[in-house]
């Protein structure tokens, strides 16, 4: 079964300053990898995704992840946070299979917290 | 429809009592999922339909949860005997395939009083 720990449960940040969440996942097989955000009042968007290829993605709203296999993370950064980043963000795993198909479920970790003050 | 939408937004019901919270994907979804997130924790999987039929349901947490969706489309997540410990976030999300972008519902908030 798959599982995901993300390390920080509350981030605080001025504007300006540099962002990275991690997320760390357990599962022996292949993976997708997911971020997603939920702003206060809305429901959860998908921030960015990794399926196979270049383990640097990039996402909406100048957001990126890495996918380091052999840490099994996938850290989610932004060089330049702003105000309107304040937001509750979630990594997730789902079960990969062969040529880019996935199965079903995705596995959250329990979310991250980040509030940017102006 | 432009997304998925759940029904209803927020319900309050008394312990023992039956809920239903009522799931429409966005039109040609025929991947849907149901996840539940209590306050503080991520979603957690339910269960997932892939048309009519239910491909993982291992997600409910006991018999008194039970989930349908009898035409490929609407699904509707039924709970028996509700309990204090039910009370949570209900999400839903749809894909157009279970390899595509799951979107979510803004939720069902389940209070159990």
């Known amino acids: 079964a798959q599982s995901v720990s993300q390390h920080n449960h509350h981030v605080i940040l001025s504007e300006a300053a540099s962002l990275e969440l991690g997320c760390n996942y357990s599962y022996g097989g292949t993976v997708n990898l997911f971020w997603y955000v939920q702003y206060p009042g809305q429901h959860l968007q998908l921030l960015l995704k990794?399926?196979?290829?270049?383990?640097l993605v990039k996402g909406i709203k100048g957001f990126e992840a890495e996918f380091i296999k052999s840490k099994f993370s996938f850290n989610l950064r932004k060089p330049s946070v702003q105000w309107s980043d304040t937001a509750e963000y979630f990594c997730?795993?789902?079960?990969?299979?062969?040529?880019?198909?996935?199965?079903?479920?995705?596995?959250f970790g329990q979310g991250t917290i980040l509030t940017v003050h102006p | 429809g432009a997304g998925v939408s759940q029904t209803p937004s927020n319900k309050v019901t008394e312990k023992g009592k039956y809920v239903e919270l009522r799931c429409d994907p966005i039109s040609g979804h025929t991947a849907l999922y149901w996840y539940r997130q209590s306050l503080g924790q991520g979603p957690e999987f339910l269960i997932y339909f892939q048309g009519t039929g239910a491909a993982d349901d291992s997600g409910l947490p006991n018999d008194r949860f039970f989930a349908v969706r009898p035409e490929g489309s609407v699904s509707t997540l039924k709970i028996q005997r509700t309990e204090r410990g039910d009370s949570a976030v209900y999400l839903c999300a749809s894909s157009q395939s279970p390899s595509a972008e799951a979107f979510f519902g803004q939720g069902t908030r389940l209070t159990v009083v």
């Open positions: 997730a795993v789902k079960a990969g299979g062969a040529g880019g198909t996935s199965y079903g479920k995705l596995t």
């Open positions: 990794y399926f196979s290829g270049d383990p």
